[in-house]
């Protein structure tokens, strides 16, 4: 039965419903019969299926349950797959840095992996996630990485099943990376030796990706109706193959090109589906982060250990940003007192001033309550933020709707006034590491380096 799941074709012939199937049944019979190495191959082509539909907490449940015993039985293929997707996961919920640390780890242990073959095909697998961890988080070096992975791809023998899918995915991350520097001639280069290598390959699943990257270039070059083109190929092969992920980076450009071609019908169509995908894995990465908060996982595992003294001085900065916010509060409701009643609705429905009716009243109290959670670092504390602001959420992914739930929380600190010093001591985190991650929302939000993004989070 895992001869079936492991084909090069299994997912063009039989689809991942019936991937999971077949694995579940060689998980179950591995388990009665006593069969490590067998439940451990099953656990890892389950998390990686449900990595591919972008169920995260699925794919964590059977990480977690097959790391163990894969290091015990020196099954470090599956060890180095299972780091692997666990990296992809991380780098989805926006932890950047434990999932470079997963690769690194997962590159470690390929290492040890003692078929020929096999190692160069998952060590090209690590190096394009760490391409693709490179546009996530700084393009530097993305097209370096993105070459290590086709160059390992190469190593396969050509007898090997594999080595056809290897090459071609690594071609479509080659080009990938030049598309992230801006170089489209190179990107489309690439391209055009992906679709000669895929020719030959009956697994279409990087046909998604594909033209994706297609149509963006098209976006680029402003020939939106071509893009649109490659764009509905994309979802149209989304839907074959399962990946929302994808889907959630299809829909905003898609929703572009409408716009760009005054075609505000499909324009918002489309930006109505990104936003309830978006929504949709928000809602499953906020379960998921209350799961990864508990087992102490956390963006920088080498943050610094904070003095009596800094949480005293974190303390005061505290009391001081509470009392400004309430005074802030009470000032503005004055003002908005003196004006006319359409100048206050007007407001209201910028969300500057909380109405009586349909909101809720930002007082002291709750504003105590928030920041409060915020210090002790309270996975309940951004859902308690969206209690005070509750469209909040709403109008940071209608500027960018790929924010993470990661991204979100960071935002909801700074629209708190918390300074880089104070998120580092909350979350427990390095400095350098905040603004990192201050530094990248900076720029998923368009905000410009000469504009304070305390002052763009205040108008928020």
């Known amino acids: 039965m895992f001869t079936l799941v492991t084909d090069k074709n299994a997912y063009a012939d039989r689809g991942d419903k019936e991937l999971l ?3 579940t049944e060689v998980y179950y019979q591995s388990k009665e019969i006593g069969y490590d190495k067998g439940k451990v191959n099953a656990t890892v082509k389950m998390a990686e299926i449900y990595s591919n539909r972008g169920n995260a907490r699925e794919s964590l449940r059977y990480i977690k349950e097959g790391l163990e015993p894969a290091e015990k039985l020196e099954q470090y293929a599956s060890l180095t797959s299972l780091r692997m997707i666990h990296g992809i996961t991380m780098s989805r919920l926006g932890y950047y840095k ?3 640390k997963d690769y690194r780890e997962a590159l470690h242990s390929a290492e040890k992996i003692r078929d020929a073959d096999k190692k160069h ?3 090209s697998n690590v190096y ?3 391409a693709d961890l490179c546009t996530e988080n700084t393009k530097d070096s993305v097209v370096f990485y993105a070459l290590k992975g086709y160059q390992s791809a190469q190593l396969i023998s050509k007898k090997s099943m594999f080595r056809d899918k290897a090459v071609a995915g690594a071609l479509l991350t080659v080009a990938s990376g030049y598309f992230y520097m801006n170089d489209l001639s190179k990107a489309e280069k690439y391209l055009d030796e992906f679709d000669k290598m895929m020719e030959g390959i ?9 033209f994706r990257i297609k149509g963006e270039i098209e976006n680029k070059k402003k020939n939106y109706t071509k893009a649109i083109e490659y764009f509905q190929e994309a979802i149209t092969w989304e839907k074959q193959y399962n990946s929302r992920y994808q889907l959630k980076l299809i829909y905003p450009e898609i929703a572009d090109s409408y716009g760009k071609l005054l075609d505000y019908k499909n324009e918002s169509l489309y930006l109505a589906k990104a936003k309830d995908i978006t929504e949709s894995l928000l809602s499953e ?3 998921l982060l209350e799961q990864v908060h508990k087992t102490g996982e956390n963006e920088d595992d080498s943050y610094d250990i904070f003095s009596d003294k800094k949480l005293l001085y974190g303390g005061l900065l ?14 503005r409701n004055k003002k908005g007192n003196t004006k006319n009643e359409n100048a206050a609705e007007d407001k209201i429905a910028a969300g500057h001033i909380p109405s009586a009716k349909n909101t809720i009243e930002v007082d002291s109290k709750m504003l105590n309550q928030v920041i409060n959670l915020a210090r002790d670092n309270d996975e309940s504390f951004y859902f308690k933020f969206l209690e005070l602001f509750p469209d909040f959420n709403q109008k940071l992914l209608s500027v960018n709707p790929q924010l993470t739930l990661s991204d979100l929380e960071y935002c909801a600190l700074m629209k708190l006034n918390f300074d880089t010093k104070q998120i580092a001591v909350y979350k427990k985190l390095s400095i350098s590491s905040v603004e990192s991650k201050k530094y990248r929302i900076r720029k998923k939000l368009n905000i410009t380096s000469q504009e304070s993004i305390y002052t763009w989070f205040m108008k928020i």
């Open 21 to 23: 199937r077949l694995c």
């Open 98 to 100: 434990k999932a470079d």
């Open 121 to 123: 095909y998952i060590i």
């Open 128 to 130: 394009r996630q760490i």
């Open 202 to 210: 009956k697994d279409k699943q990087h046909l998604t990706q594909s």
């Open 285 to 287: 990465e906020k379960k």
């Open 318 to 331: 505290s009391f001081f940003i509470i009392s400004s916010l309430i005074i802030f509060f009470i000032i």
